[in-house]
């Protein structure tokens, strides 16, 4: 059977009850019919071709992949383009020329799936930055670790991920980088009052933390910072670093801005925490 549109085939995915064949232009299931053809070829999906052969992970019965230009997703029969809150920072800084090398993984455990992409800003030519989706709170983030393969957990544990110097990772495993700390740190968006019409003033930070796993000593030090700015585009001026651990009841400061950004992370080895509803 030809596939009538697109120039290539880019690349296929053994799925539920079909396979699925992409072009560089479109999406094709391949059903099995048990008639002298043996299968059917049918078009589900249009100008949502595969940007490389591994840039597609299937996460329950929903497959994701990513395109030279957006993130696409089908579930049944129905393919739909996925909201990306960091539409921007992807897509502006993928590097088309090797966009072939683009890898996506499912991480089951948290309901995650990730896209590898090289970046222009990198100059590797190598995966070198991800965007990552959680697929029960539908949001996104992006950060600047690059793998090359990715194999979601299986009779071998956690997921299984290479670098592009050639280590292989175990993710999900423990706390620390070998014998240094992870140094987690992560920046929210900018909040503000009525359209950032009315100033917000900060006298105190009120900590809520898990700082440490269920059986675990609940020993994490966190660091918060306030990113503060009156008009959006302009350098933030940064509050802080405040340190919290579980002792601490609340943090004192004077803070007036139009627009803040909380930047919360951590130095310290075996650390566990999760952020709760930091006031």
């Known amino acids: ?32 019919t048990n008639n002298v053809f043996v299968y059917a070829f049918n078009k589900i999906g249009a100008n949502c071709g595969l940007v ?34 960091v539409y921007d920072d992807v897509f502006q800084d993928l590097d088309l020329a090797n966009a072939h090398k683009c890898v996506a993984g499912s991480n089951t455990d948290f309901t995650e799936v990730w896209f590898f992409y090289p970046s222009i800003s990198g100059g590797t030519g190598e995966c070198d930055k991800w965007a990552k989706l959680n697929i029960v ?9 690059g793998r090359l393969a990715w194999i979601d957990r299986s009779v071998l544990g956690s997921p299984i991920a290479i670098a592009p110097n050639g280590l292989l990772y175990s993710h999900e495993s423990g706390y620390n980088d070998d014998q240094l700390p992870l140094m987690p740190s992560f920046t929210t968006g900018y909040f503000f009052l009525n359209e950032g019409e009315d100033f917000a003033f900060v006298d105190q930070i009120i900590p809520d933390m898990k700082w440490g796993t269920a059986a675990g000593p609940q020993t994490a030090q966190l660091s918060i910072m306030i990113n503060a700015v009156e008009t959006p585009g302009e350098d933030p001026v940064e509050h802080g670093p405040f340190i ?22 951590s130095s310290d080895t075996d650390s566990f925490w999760r952020l709760g509803l930091l006031r």
């Not at 085939?9 to 999406?27: E, P, S, V």
């Not at 919290?244 to 992370?265: D, E, F, H, P």
Request: hydrophobic letters at 40%; glycine letters at 8%; proline letters at 4%.
């Open 244 to 265: 919290v651990t579980q002792q601490t009841r609340y943090v004192s400061c004077r803070i007036r801005a139009k627009q803040m950004s909380l930047t919360v992370s």
């Open 137 to 145: 709170e539908n949001t996104w983030d992006v950060g600047p670790v």
């Open 1 to 32: 059977f030809r596939i009538p549109t697109g120039s290539a085939i880019i690349g296929g995915m053994a799925t539920q009850n079909r396979n699925l064949i992409w072009t560089d232009l479109d999406l094709y299931a391949m059903s099995f």
């Open 52 to 85: 490389g052969k591994h840039a597609r992970a299937q996460l329950g019965n929903s497959v994701f992949w990513m395109s030279r230009s957006n993130f696409f997703f089908v579930s049944g029969g129905s393919v739909q383009p996925i909201p990306c809150s």
